[in-house]
């Protein structure tokens, strides 16, 4: 298997700029997570899907952020607009049914908001 | 609201020496405890899993125990080798969606 897939790797943009993430899980993994990770606040947990349900998005900071799993293999995550403070590297993890087994991340997207 | 604190945010050592990695959890309602590995510029990997009826688990040259009574976690390495070196992050799976938290993880050299 892959792994968790992440692209891009890096973004460079400018403020006020659109941002897109995106995630294929494993197959077959049913929960999907996005994290943040920075230096200050280290990794936090943005969003969790559940067979492509939004089931926990209270870590998502403001209504700027979206996150959608339109199918089992695909996930995006959108900036719009982006800010300089939302410069970090985003993470997608997948996990198989059940919640007792460990998640898998991706390499994760190094975004840098100019 | 679970925090995780890990101690010591760095740690350099020799090579071959016997290290630990100390992690604490403020609320003991909790569904495992996962220690995990993170490369620079690279994402995680985990590398042992305490289900929170568990006291420990091994592997190879690693050994992770859990109190969760008194919410704490030790990651023990032996016989470090600089392959070793990377951030060790401590994460606990609580609440009703599994969900996990994680310390700020600890920075580990282990030198030539």
């Known amino acids: 298997d892959a792994g968790v897939i992440q692209s891009p790797r890096h973004e460079v943009t400018e403020m006020g700029q659109e941002v897109t993430l995106r995630c294929k899980p494993i197959?077959?993994?049913?929960?999907l997570f996005w994290y943040r990770q920075t230096m200050m606040r280290g990794l936090e947990l943005l969003i969790y899907f559940n067979n492509n349900v939004p089931i926990d998005d209270s870590g998502m900071p403001e209504d700027r952020f979206s996150a959608k799993m339109p199918n089992a293999s695909f996930s995006t995550l959108k900036i719009q607009p982006s800010e300089p403070r939302d410069s970090a590297v985003y993470f997608c993890?997948?996990?198989?049914?059940?919640?007792?087994?460990?998640?898998?991340f991706g390499p994760g997207t190094r975004l840098l908001v100019l | 609201k679970q925090e995780v604190t890990q101690i010591p945010a760095a740690l350099s050592v020799p090579e071959g020496e016997n290290l630990v990695l100390n992690c604490s959890f403020t609320d003991s309602a909790i569904y495992n405890l996962q220690w995990f590995r993170q490369d620079p510029g690279k994402g995680l990997t985990s590398l042992l899993l305490?289900?929170?009826?568990?006291r420990e688990q091994t592997s190879g040259r690693l050994n992770a125990s859990l109190d969760k009574s008194s919410g704490r976690s030790t990651l023990y390495i032996a016989a470090s080798q600089p392959g070793d070196s990377a951030t060790y992050l401590c994460a606990v799976a609580s609440g009703s969606n599994y969900k996990l938290t994680f310390g700020k993880g600890t920075l580990l050299t282990v030198n030539p």
């Open positions: 305490i289900q929170s009826s568990q």
């Open positions: 993890a997948s996990r198989n049914p059940g919640g007792q087994e460990t998640q898998y």
């Open positions: 197959s077959g993994h049913n929960s």
